[in-house]
């Protein structure tokens, strides 16, 4: 991913007016992001820490996690990158659709690290709880797409 400016980053969301876009919070630590491997940059909103954002170089969306407390034995898998966290690791992350059907109200979602690292752990740059990445025979290119091809289509059913 190239890297992405402040002003690149409040262009980019398809979810959110040009007024939500310029109240959103941008991450303090832009320019020491690992950008050659992101295909996403994503951040939480510390102050309303439901609140996360994912930006990828075509389209910015603004989540909402769902809340509820799951019990720390019990497993999540990120739809994205398809790593399983215990406990709270996996948020079930919902997007407002773009355009007539998010100003009517219409949603979409999907289970999403919470961390929203998942193109880290895709490529073993970042570590999730023992037993987080199961054993699989693709190659980690081949990793990368799948988790680029599961976020092109949550961000097109964004879009409608």
């Not at 400016?5 to 991450?27: H, L, Q, V, Y």
């Amino acid at each position: 991913m190239k890297a992405l400016t402040e002003p690149d980053i409040r262009g980019s969301f398809i979810n959110a007016s040009k007024g939500e876009a310029s109240r959103i919070p941008m991450p303090r630590d832009l320019a020491a992001r690992p950008w050659d491997d992101l295909d996403f940059l994503g951040w939480t909103d510390l102050s309303a820490p439901d609140r996360s954002y994912l930006v990828t170089e075509d389209a910015g969306v603004v989540l909402r996690a769902a809340t509820g407390q799951r019990g720390y034995l019990r497993r999540s898998l990120c739809s994205l990158c398809l790593t399983q966290h215990p406990g709270s690791g996996v948020a079930l992350m919902t997007a407002k659709k773009a355009g007539a059907a998010g100003r009517q109200g219409n949603s979409v979602g999907t289970y999403v690290c919470a961390d929203l690292a998942c193109s880290l752990y895709v490529r073993g740059l970042k570590k999730p709880a023992v037993g987080g990445r199961l054993d699989e025979s693709l190659t980690v290119d081949e990793q990368i797409a799948r988790l680029r091809g599961h976020l092109d289509g949550f961000l097109e059913s964004i879009r409608g």
